[in-house]
């Protein structure tokens, strides 16, 4: 009788330990497929259609106040500035697709909200003034409570205050901090739900991994793209994979 209990015993044991498999978050949408770009409404739909956890995007409140989806701070070949700009003028700025102008933030959420089975994460980006910081957490908690997806969406940031203010706005929503000089236990007392950092920061600090799931918290890391580096961080354990090209990482992960 005790064979079998300790047999039964070491199975749960194993099976308690073992790590689960990363989930794929596709980076500013799955944009390196034919035909997409980053951000764009076609780059959603594709990492959608390829059934990966989640798809990323980048949003900026403009000089007028409106959310729109982009990631540089100035627009590539232009000198507008996300920022300082109206969204009208940022609006016409055609993406490298030539199918698509630069979207709304509105205008994505709707998208999103009609392909329910891809989480959102939504990386609000820093701004030169605080409280505008603050204004751009409050918009953006609006619009996804106007589209109904609060619920299926992570928020991340580079800057502490965006987290706080994202924290105090919604605090049943999973934020997670994106600049990397902060130890797990610095994130733990800020009441945020993990760290997303990126490879070198990881690669730095190995050990943060383990610390990070030891306090509860989850760790996500980017932007991971070739094979090596994906294999070294499933390895790690991270709870989730940001990645330029999510059809390699799934492949990877069904090995």
Same mark, same amino acid.
């Given at each position: 009788m005790i064979k079998p209990l300790i047999l039964a015993a070491a199975v749960l044991f194993a099976g308690g330990t073992a790590a689960a498999q990363p989930k794929v978050i596709a980076h500013r949408g799955y944009w390196t497929a034919p035909g997409s770009a980053q951000n764009s409404l076609t780059a959603f739909t594709k990492a959608d259609s390829i059934g990966v956890y989640g798809s990323e995007i980048d949003v900026w409140l403009t000089a007028d106040d409106r959310l729109i989806v982009n990631h540089d701070r100035v627009y590539q070949g232009t000198d507008i500035d996300m920022e300082k700009a109206s969204a009208k003028e940022i609006m016409q700025i055609v993406l490298p697709n030539g199918k698509e102008n630069i979207p709304s933030l509105d205008d994505y959420l709707s998208l999103v909200a009609s392909k329910p089975d891809t989480r959102l994460i939504l990386e609000m980006k820093s701004l030169s003034d605080l409280r505008r910081e603050d204004l751009a957490a409050e918009k953006i908690v609006r619009a996804l409570r106007k589209h109904k997806l609060v619920e299926r969406t992570d928020i991340i940031a580079f800057s502490i205050n965006a987290c706080l203010a994202f924290k105090k706005l919604l605090p049943d929503t999973k934020i997670y901090y994106l600049n990397g000089d %902060? +130890? +797990? @236990?610095?994130? @733990?007392? !800020?009441? %945020?739900?993990?760290? #997303?950092?990126?490879?070198? $920061? %990881?690669?730095? $600090? +190995?050990?943060?991994?383990?610390?990070?799931? *030891? !306090?509860? %918290? *989850?760790? $996500?890391?980017?932007?991971? #793209?070739?094979? *090596?580096d994906m294999k070294y961080f499933i390895e790690q354990g991270v709870d989730y994979i940001t990645t330029d090209y999510p059809e390699r990482l799934q492949a990877l992960l069904k090995q």
């Open positions: %902060l +130890p +797990p @236990k610095s994130i @733990k007392a !800020l009441g %945020l739900a993990g760290i #997303d950092y990126s490879m070198g $920061n %990881l690669r730095r $600090n +190995p050990h943060w991994v383990q610390q990070a799931h *030891e !306090l509860g %918290l *989850e760790v $996500n890391v980017w932007t991971v #793209d070739s094979e *090596e």
